[in-house]
């Protein structure tokens, strides 16, 4: 069963950082695309950051570059996502989401499935 | 970047009613678009891929269809487990953006 969990939220102050993890089993990590979507209380699904297989090719959401560093760590079946300077409008639900298919890139593949999610809280 | 519209924004309609969602990209984006259900207090999961192709599991009553620009999420038959936001997701290159959403009631 392919399983997602996330960890690492948590109650930061504006201009604080945070490192969120994503623990992958029941599949080959290493061989798909991973991503991150986060949703603020009450709103909709935000796309954050995607990164390929081997790290080759990562994508962010323009609100999110330059803050935000995508990465894996394939021998540990591990994502990452490391915020920096947050701000309060940061504050959401983080999920990572696994791409549905094998592919050489991110882009051309839907997100399936979904981890639980970790919910971050930007404020002072 | 390509910008994603969803009509209506919510709906509320009977048991066995058919309901139709529409999902707009601001440019032509081929079949690269997903429909993901979100109940409440639950984790977005994937109703259908590249426009039409629904997922293992997921009810017939659930359809998609579009191309381009334009697309449809229809439910044929209105159940009360069907409470929950639709989004739909351009995936064919990032910004991987998703829809607004629709959120689906029983009236």
């Known amino acids: 069963e392919v399983q997602l969990e996330e960890s690492g939220g948590g109650l930061v102050k504006p201009g604080g950082s945070l490192r969120l993890s994503c623990a992958a089993s029941g599949f080959m990590f290493s061989s798909y695309s991973m991503n991150w979507v986060r949703q603020a209380p009450g709103k909709g699904l935000e796309w954050v950051s995607s990164i390929s297989s081997g790290s080759s090719y990562i994508y962010y959401a323009d609100s999110m570059k330059g803050r935000f560093t995508i990465s894996r760590d394939n021998a540990k079946n591990s994502l990452y996502l490391q915020m920096n300077s947050l701000r309060a409008e940061d504050t959401a639900v983080y999920y990572c989401?696994?791409?549905?298919?094998?592919?050489?890139?991110?882009?051309?593949?839907?997100?399936?499935?979904w981890g639980q999610g970790t919910l971050v809280t930007v404020s002072s | 970047d390509i910008q994603m519209t969803q009509s209506p924004s919510s709906l509320s309609a009977s048991v066995g009613d058919r309901v139709t969602i529409s999902c707009r990209a601001s440019q032509g984006i081929s079949d690269y678009l997903a429909w993901y259900q979100q109940k409440p207090g639950k984790v977005p999961t994937l109703l259908i891929s590249?426009?039409?192709t629904l997922q293992s599991g997921v009810p017939s009553r659930f359809s998609g269809s579009g191309s381009g620009t334009d697309f449809t999420l229809t439910i044929s038959s209105l159940q009360p487990e069907d409470v929950a936001t639709y989004y739909c997701?351009?995936?064919?290159?990032?910004?991987?953006?998703f829809g607004p959403g629709t959120k689906v009631d029983i009236k």
């Open positions: 590249a426009a039409s």
């Open positions: 989401a696994r791409t549905g298919r094998i592919a050489a890139r991110p882009d051309g593949v839907w997100f399936d499935p």
């Open positions: 997701q351009k995936y064919n290159g990032a910004p991987f953006t």
